[in-house]
């Protein structure tokens, strides 16, 4: 009995070894496919991908592969029939969703995209990417605005997808709210920090921020926020004034005694002293990780070389001859950045609701 039972338990783990052995083999097949994909090699990649799920017909990610090379070879009807019996899969997850909202919208059904995002997020309330994708269908309409509520609504739900704040600064740098425009590019700096659309992000800043800082008669002005009440130092007793408003009073003090000449120089000392003023006064109404940050930076000595970062591409030549300059401070920033990025999770986050 005892050597029945033992040659019993030793058939067990083979079968049980055999089986991971098919699964790692499926695991390096896809691996392999999605190299042919990325080299635009399909036909082979959709070979190596059947013979994956011969190994393994249980892993999700090599249907997903496979629908996903037809998206690529514009076969969307092909994609979604792939796609579609995924969505009862235990592991389902939202780049299922996606996938089909894209290959609708592709196919000119917007309808439909948004119809499967929407599903999307009712199972993955807090996903980023169907957020972005539905935001970018409607924006496809015209509807901005809409798009933008969208794109926020994602920022809100998954702080760690940049691409919500890439488009929402964009839009919101065109409107009469550019404080919010501004914000949301710095931390999409802060969360994709290498990329072509970061050098976009940054001359957008400069630009924003110059619209935000207009110079007349010799004189700076502010148009960050039209939420924001104009008012006199000094008369806020016993009521919270809108955060809006209480930027504007401490970026009056930012620019106090700072030449009416725009460039990445002056920008630098304004924030500065924007900082100072909001962290005696205003840091106790309004959390904010930007600020934070700012502080963080500030007790590194590396708030200048950060700001001469992200306005870059707003003044090239000026950020050039600045490097050339500090090129040991610039090099000693960039390493401690590397270790040192904005921090965002669900807790530690900054929207434009969050004071609401």
């Known amino acids: 009995m005892k050597k029945y039972l033992l040659a019993i338990f030793i058939v067990g783990l083979i079968i049980q070894a055999y089986a991971q052995e098919n699964k790692d083999k499926a695991i390096e097949l896809k691996n392999r496919a999605i190299e042919l994909m990325d080299n635009g090699e399909f036909e082979e990649s959709l070979k190596l991908l059947e013979e994956a799920k011969q190994q393994d017909n249980s892993n999700i990610n090599i249907p997903y592969e496979t629908a996903f090379a037809y998206q690529l070879m514009k076969k969307y009807d092909m994609a979604i029939e792939i796609a579609k019996p995924l969505l009862k899969h235990a592991d389902v997850n939202d780049q299922v969703y996606q996938l089909i909202g894209n290959c609708y919208d592709l196919m000119g059904d917007k309808g439909k995209a948004i119809k499967y995002y929407d599903k999307g997020l009712k199972k993955f309330p807090n996903s980023g990417k169907l957020y972005l994708e539905k935001g970018v269908v409607i924006a496809s309409q015209n509807n901005w605005m809409e798009a933008l509520d969208i794109w926020e609504q994602g920022i809100i739900a998954d702080p760690l997808h940049s691409s919500n704040y890439y488009y929402a600064s964009q839009v ?11 914000y949301y590019g710095e931390m999409f700096i802060n969360l994709e920090s290498n990329s072509a659309r970061t050098n976009q992000i940054s001359e957008l800043l400069f630009n924003t921020y110059q619209q935000c800082l207009p110079i007349n008669n010799n004189n700076w002005g502010l148009d960050f926020s039209r939420k924001a009440t104009n008012i006199v130092l000094g008369s806020i007793k016993d009521f919270k004034l809108s955060f809006e408003t209480v930027h504007n009073l401490a970026m009056e003090q930012g620019y106090k005694n700072v030449s009416a000449d725009f460039n990445i120089q002056n920008l630098v000392k304004i924030r500065r002293q ?25 007790q590194n000595e590396f708030f200048d070389a950060y700001y ?49």
């Not at 919101?172 to 501004?182: A, C, F, Y």
């Not at 000026?318 to 090099?331: P, T, Y």
Request: no cysteine; net charge negative; glycine share 2%.
């Open 172 to 182: 919101l740098s065109q409107t009469n709210e550019k404080i919010w425009g501004i």
């Open 274 to 298: 924007f900082l100072i003023k909001w962290n005696e006064d205003y840091a106790n109404q309004y959390s904010n990780l930007i600020f934070d940050y700012h502080n963080l930076l500030i």
């Open 308 to 356: 001469y970062w992200i306005f870059k591409e707003g003044r090239k030549d000026e950020f050039d001859s600045w490097v050339i300059a500090n090129n040991k401070l610039f090099d000693d920033f960039t390493s401690w950045f590397n270790e040192n990025k904005m921090f965002f999770n669900d807790r530690n986050k900054t929207n434009r609701y969050s004071y609401k």
